[in-house]
C-alpha cells in the first residue's frame, strides 16, 4: 500500500482474499490507496473513521450483507459502488438505484465506475 497522502483513497470491502490482492494491485497501479476489509465489523469501523474518498463493497461479507457500511458511507457522503457476483434483483429496494459491478471484474469498467464515482 502507498503511502501517498496525496492519493485519493479508496476503501475495498471484499472477503475473497485472492480477489482483493489483485483489486488493490490494479487500484494501487490505478493512483489510488487502499484500506482492505474483509470483514463487517472492520469494515463498518473504516466507514466510520478512515479518510476515504470512494469505496467499493462487495454486499456478501463473508455471510454478512455491506448495507450497514453503505448506510454509512451515504451519512459521510462517500461515494461507493457495490460489487457481487449474484444478480440484482436480490437487492432491497433502497440500493436497487445504487451502481453495481458484476464479478468478475472487467478492468475497464470498474476504472470507468471509480472515474464516474469521483467526479459526482
Known amino acids: 500500500m502507498s503511502t501517498d497522502e496525496n492519493m485519493p483513497c ?3 470491502a471484499e472477503d475473497e482474499m485472492l480477489l482483493a490482492m489483485v483489486l488493490e494491485d490494479h487500484l494501487n497501479a490505478s493512483g489510488y490507496r ?5 470483514r463487517l ?3 463498518l469501523q473504516l466507514a466510520e473513521s478512515a479518510a ?3 469505496a467499493i463493497l462487495d454486499i456478501n ?7 450497514p457500511v453503505a448506510l454509512v458511507l451515504r451519512r459521510r457522503g462517500i461515494p461507493f459502488v457495490f460489487s457481487s457476483g449474484y444478480d440484482d434483483g436480490d437487492l432491497p429496494e433502497i440500493w436497487r438505484k445504487q451502481k ?4 468478475p471484474y472487467d478492468t475497464r469498467q470498474l ?3 471509480l472515474a464516474a464515482l469521483r467526479a459526482a
Open 41 to 43: 465489523a472492520k469494515c
Open 52 to 54: 476515504i474518498d470512494l
Open 10 to 12: 479508496i476503501l475495498l
Open 61 to 67: 461479507l463473508a455471510g454478512e450483507v455491506s448495507f
Open 34 to 38: 487502499v484500506l482492505k476489509a474483509a
Open 111 to 113: 476504472t470507468t465506475t
Open 100 to 103: 453495481t459491478l458484476r464479478k
